[in-house]
């Protein structure tokens, strides 16, 4: 965003984001023109579809999109609001990187004894193993056949792996490679080998390969020796909910689905669902919410607004505010971040 006094967000849910956002705005002397749209499982209840027919259309002149926590397994499908919703928008404006950090905040205690942990993870967000393709057919009898097809492009390896390399260059200097080579000896061992190519282009960064199993493994013993993690579709939606774990639950948990040349919007949320056995009860933790905005305004140039957000969420994390499950209220550890970042 930079200068831009009027940097538009599209946002689905907007209360916890409208109020730090505001806040980091009214601080530091940008404006921000929101839009909201209505797009969730109530709104599939209604029409029968996530989002309308033109809705990819509707979001394309933004230069944001923060979408609030989605799911309502009892009501609607997981599957029906994944592929209605979150994946024509990660596809379509072609938001390869999703970005997750997993790091401890000040006074939260994880579940590990390690010290202290910095990782970065970078998911390959529009292909691979959530591509879509494939089928079933003989739905119904004994000889029903379903196939799911994973889809790796030399286009889509080498662009996330670069990504990957790249913010490498910017942190320790060491990536993690994550595949299964051993046993997918296509498709993992393709993804290994320009791994290796693009590893000749960068001399400065420490290169290692690891099979998924052996960093799940890693990131329980010895978190604190892992910097950029670069890994598929699927393997890296796994290793992220190991990294909300260890870094104190899934309330802590904040991403970014990075379109990284800029020509759409680019999407910011928590990794979290929408938890519906907690909903309304006011209890939700917010920080893996507004730390997704802290990731947005980074992204839109905000620099200095996201890193006051960053430093508010840990001024109230360290006198124990929203550490523990339950111990504060969504609106107290609201309140917390906002009075640190107002300060």
Known sequence: ?????????????????????????????????????????????????????????????????????????????DSV???????????????????????????VEGPLKAGGFDILCIRENTEGEYSGAGGRVHQGTPD???????????????????????SAMRRRRKLTSVTKSNAQKYSMVFWDEVTDQLAKEYPEVEVTHTHIDAMAAKMVMAPESLDVIVASNLFGD???DLGAAIQGGLGFAASA??????SAPSMFEPVHGSAPDIAGKNIAN??????????MLDHLGEKAAAEAILTAIEAATATGVGTRPGSHSTDAITTAVLTALEA
Request: charged fraction near 20%; hydrophobic fraction near 50%; aromatic fraction near 10%.
């Open 1 to 77: 965003m930079g200068q831009d006094p009027a940097a538009i967000i599209a946002a689905s849910v907007a209360e916890l984001k409208a109020r730090v956002a505001d806040a980091a705005a009214a601080r530091f002397g940008f404006a921000l023109k929101t839009t909201e749209f209505p797009w969730s499982c109530d709104y599939y209840l209604k029409t029968g579809e996530m989002m309308p027919a033109d809705g990819i259309a509707q979001l394309r002149p933004f230069d944001a999109i923060y979408l609030g926590a989605v799911g309502w397994p009892k009501t609607v499908p």
């Open 238 to 240: 796994i290793l992220t």
């Open 144 to 166: 029903e056949v379903a196939v799911e097809t994973a889809i790796f492009t030399r286009a889509g390896v080498e662009r996330i792996l670069r990504f990957g390399f790249e």
């Open 257 to 262: 689905n990075i379109c990284p040349d800029r």
């Open 286 to 295: 917010p920080i893996a919410a507004i730390w997704s905005v802290a990731m």
């Open 81 to 107: 609001s994944l592929h209605g919703l979150l994946l024509p928008i990660r596809k379509a404006f072609r938001q390869y990187a999703n970005i997750r950090p997993h790091r401890l905040l000040k006074g």
